[in-house]
């Protein structure tokens, strides 16, 4: 299913509102690295993103390292930035 990609104007705006996300692999992904206390807090935050994801059907790009959790946002019917992924980083600040 296309997707429209985000305008450079939409991309600022999401940088705007998301100050701890920062833009990667020229502008088509989002990415930020979290860290927890321990891996128990890091999985269980792991789970939450994963509910959040499929239930929009907007699924992370991530991995895990212990404590670390890095996720990449960007949208493959896109091929980059879309609407979604402004949305799923909303999600997951709010978390
Ligand atoms: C068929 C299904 O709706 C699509 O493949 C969804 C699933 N999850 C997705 N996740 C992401 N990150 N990008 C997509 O384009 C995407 N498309």
Excluded: C
């Amino acid at each position: 299913m296309a997707v429209a990609r985000l305008t450079d104007s939409e991309r600022e705006e999401l940088l705007r509102r998301h100050p701890e996300w920062s833009l990667a692999r020229d502008g088509d992904a989002i990415e930020r690295t979290f860290a927890f206390a321990d891996f128990n807090e890091a999985f269980g935050f792991m789970t939450r993103v994963a509910l959040l994801a499929d239930k929009a059907d907007h699924h992370p790009e991530w991995s895990n390292v212990y404590n670390r959790v890095q996720i990449a946002l960007t949208t493959h019917d896109a091929g980059g930035l879309s609407q979604r992924d402004a949305d799923m980083a909303k999600a997951i600040d709010a978390l």
